[in-house]
């Protein structure tokens, strides 16, 4: 939706009266009091384990009066139980949100009083930067953002608890606001009353497959450093997803991951359909006022088996000139991306190259800090520094182009950020890493590490076993490889041997044909009229489906599969496929992509055109508009043909008119007029709309009409054309010579396949 229909939501939003603030004493632990919440929709919970100085606060915020998730541009915004759903940019929205809320009183001495609290997923990097998109979507929201009716915030220091409880508009008296809060209250304190019994949890036996295989890891760091040698980037991050069946409590697996390895920015978020838990020890961005920082970690190594391997592990880490220049080149980039929001010359590195401790490894931390320009908000500042530089590379944008390439899954929370931007200028969010996700009963996390140019490809993936050991040994998993296999084609956002390629048996793709595929001419490295191709792909999926069309850029992807079969120099037909596959496991579609070296069909046969033969079976079917997977009847009328030693089958309409061939578009030429069969249902041709494109630009007149079969039968010059033969003139139907002009068909296919007047 336009801003307008935005400001018309705002509107029957409340605003933000006052914040109720009191202490209270608490009678057990923390994260025992927020059990009371975890199997609550919206509970978000923020613990802070290890006594580090960014290990200050606990906060619980629960009972959400504001909701809001959105995917790609279309967000949902869910108000006291209404729902609405606006297209928007996301970043807009919650600055809006944050304006129509926002608290002038900031003397309160606590980090937040009200606000919002959930996730960004990494995935709303193209929501900021225009960047490939071609892996596996988790069909998860790119942002989950709740704003709650309970804040619990302890001070660790102190070991004071305060809650908050925001004051809204819509209680218009005095009366009605104490009402409303000793209501909320005394929710609060009744689930409190009661101690939660711990539940328990556990994963399939067959323990966690992996996204790659330690070959096609360590395949991938070589290619990193390929690019690095080509001087694309300085450094890159490389991931590797673990997956798994999950059963039972996923608070209980937080509560496990807490007692095993209490890390600064532990968080749980119960967002409904999924829910997060991470262990992540890295602060993304702090804001306090004008006051902003950031926290790259960059440097890992185990923690030694004895006191004396520990010590020395630290110094070998912190004398290693590798993880030397990996944190200082982030460094540089986390500066120069304060400095794009930050007053000039505020931006200072009060730390570097800190060694800190935690369960299972050393990390090197620097600390960055700078002074928000006037004219800046939380939002600026998000959008200016996400995602974080430490888990994505330097230069970003191109260090995010190669992780789109190499990494088949999206990444959704791995990498993103969890934690509150506050209605009073405040903002702490962490980097998600060490984060699992629970959806569906499965289990998914992801561990990686930077690369740069003298990483040693098995250290590597060593390393991502370590950093992912907690989790792993909470969920008592084991990783289940993959087999190598040849690159040829691109299935499910990744690249795989094309003979290994395949479709669920139960998926309605392979079983009712509910499916599109699209095949497009390239000819060496040119890929002729792939806008009206995906134009066409997506808006049949629309259509059919009644759903929003997988998010692919299918140039990357085709260009990718070009490389990795090294037919850049080649003439091809590239078939992309996009399938309905819902499976227990949350996967909802099939994507492929296909290439083979293609000879042009009048080559095989060594003929100068095509014998058409009328097919027995009209066809009269909604599903003709679109090139969907239900493909049989086509599939027969081919074969009829063969059968009757013609090359293509003429498909009738019911009232005998013509309407195609059994592959492609056709079409007669008499004196300067143009004549197109039509069809209540009939494919949308992409080359037929640029024929005739070409043929009105050279003075042609177009019509369109029913064409009885022996009437068109009669017509000189009739033609086929569809995306791989180009134009291609007809020499019999049903055995009778049709009169062509030699001319016709060489003039369409000269401007058809002109690669210099291809956009």
Request: charged share 25%; hydrophobic share 35%; aromatic share 8%.
């Amino acid at each position: 939706m336009n801003g307008l229909k935005m400001n018309e939501l705002l509107k029957h939003l409340p605003y933000l009266k006052d914040v109720h603030q009191e202490a209270i004493e608490l009678d057990r632990p923390f994260e025992q009091i927020a059990a009371s919440f975890a199997r609550d929709i919206g509970t978000v919970l923020l613990l802070s384990g290890s006594n580090l100085d960014c290990s200050r606060y606990h906060i619980l915020a629960v009972k959400p009066w504001l909701e809001v998730c959105s995917k790609q541009d279309l967000l949902s915004i869910k108000y006291m139980g209404k729902q609405t759903h606006v297209r928007h940019d996301p970043f807009s929205v919650i600055q809006a949100l944050l304006d129509q809320f926002k608290l002038n009183n900031t003397s309160l001495d606590l980090p937040v009083h009200a606000g919002l609290f959930g996730y960004f997923s990494y995935d709303l990097k193209d929501r900021i930067e225009k960047l490939p998109r071609t892996c596996m979507d988790t069909f998860l929201p790119d942002l989950c953002l709740y704003a709650p009716s309970i804040i619990l915030v302890q001070d660790k220091t102190t070991d004071q608890t305060r809650l908050c409880i925001p004051v809204l508009s819509d209680d218009a008296s005095l009366k009605q606001t104490d009402e409303t809060i000793q209501n909320i209250k005394n929710f609060f304190f009744a689930r409190i009353k009661k101690n939660v019994k711990r539940k328990s949890f556990s994963i399939d036996g067959s323990g966690f497959k992996s996204s790659l295989s330690k070959p096609e890891y360590i395949t991938s760091v070589n290619k990193i450093i390929d690019y690095l040698r080509a001087g694309d980037i300085y450094q890159a991050n490389l991931s590797q997803r673990f997956e798994t069946g999950f059963s039972g409590d996923s608070y209980s697996l937080f509560l496990d991951l807490f007692e095993r390895n209490p890390a600064s920015f532990f968080s749980y978020i119960h967002a409904g359909d999924h829910t997060i838990v991470s262990t992540s020890p890295e602060r993304f961005i702090k804001q306090e006022g004008r006051c902003v920082e950031t926290r790259p970690i960059k440097g890992t190594i185990a923690r030694g088996s004895t006191k004396e391997q520990d010590r020395e592990n630290g110094v070998k880490l912190t004398q290693s000139k590798k993880d030397d220049a990996e944190l200082t080149m982030i460094v540089d980039l986390m500066r120069n991306d304060l400095s794009r929001v930050t007053k000039h010359g505020s931006v200072i590195v009060k730390e570097h190259k800190r060694l800190e401790p935690y369960e299972n490894v050393f990390h090197l931390v620097s600390i960055v800090k700078g002074e928000l320009k006037d004219d800046k908000t939380s939002v600026d500042f998000l959008k200016a520094t996400f995602p974080g530089g430490s888990i994505t590379g330097c230069p970003k944008i191109r260090s995010m182009e190669i992780i789109d390439e190499l990494e088949s899954v999206n990444r959704h929370i791995y990498t993103g950020s969890i934690g509150y931007i506050s209605f009073h200028d405040t903002m702490d969010l962490s980097i998600a890493i060490r984060t699992a996700t629970i959806v569906n009963d499965r289990v998914f996390f992801s561990v990686g590490g930077g690369i740069v140019y003298d990483s040693d490809p098995e250290k590597e993936f060593q390393e991502t076993l370590d950093k992912g050991k907690t989790l792993m040994e909470s969920l008592s998993g084991t990783i289940k490889k993959k087999c190598t296999q040849k690159l040829k084609a691109w299935v499910d956002g990744k690249i795989i041997n094309q003979d290994q390629a395949s479709v669920s048996a139960t998926s309605h793709g392979f079983q009712y044909g509910a499916g599109l595929f699209e095949t497009i001419r390239v000819d060496k490295g040119t890929i002729f009229r792939l806008k009206d191709h995906v134009l066409r792909l997506n808006r049949a999926w629309a259509d059919l489906f009644s759903d929003t069309p997988p998010d692919i850029t299918w140039e990357d992807v085709i260009n990718l599969l070009i490389r990795e079969n090294k037919l850049q120099d080649k003439l091809l037909a590239i078939k992309i496929l996009v399938s309905k596959d819902e499976q227990e496991c949350g996967k909802k579609v099939f994507l492929a992509a296909f290439a083979r070296k293609y000879t042009h069909r009048l080559e095989i046969l060594d003929k100068k055109g095509l014998d058409l033969v009328t097919y027995s079976f009209s066809r009269q079917s909604p599903i003709a508009d679109y090139k969907t997977l239900n493909y049989l009847y086509y599939d027969q009328a081919g074969r009829f043909a063969k059968a009757h030693d013609a090359d293509e089958a003429i498909i009738l309409n019911p009232d005998l008119t013509v309407s195609e061939t059994n592959t492609a578009s056709i079409l007669a030429i008499k004196d300067k007029t143009v004549i197109i069969p039509e069809s209540d249902h009939v494919l949308d041709g992409v080359t037929l709309k640029s024929v005739l494109t070409i043929l009105s630009d050279k003075g042609y007149d177009i019509r369109k009409k029913r064409m009885p079969k022996e009437k068109f039968y009669s017509y000189p010059n009739i033609i086929l054309t569809n995306a791989l033969i180009g134009a291609v003139k007809v020499l019999t139907i049903d055995g009778e010579k049709i009169e062509q002009d030699k001319e016709i068909c060489s003039m369409i296919n000269e401007q058809l396949f002109d690669c210099e007047l291809i956009s």
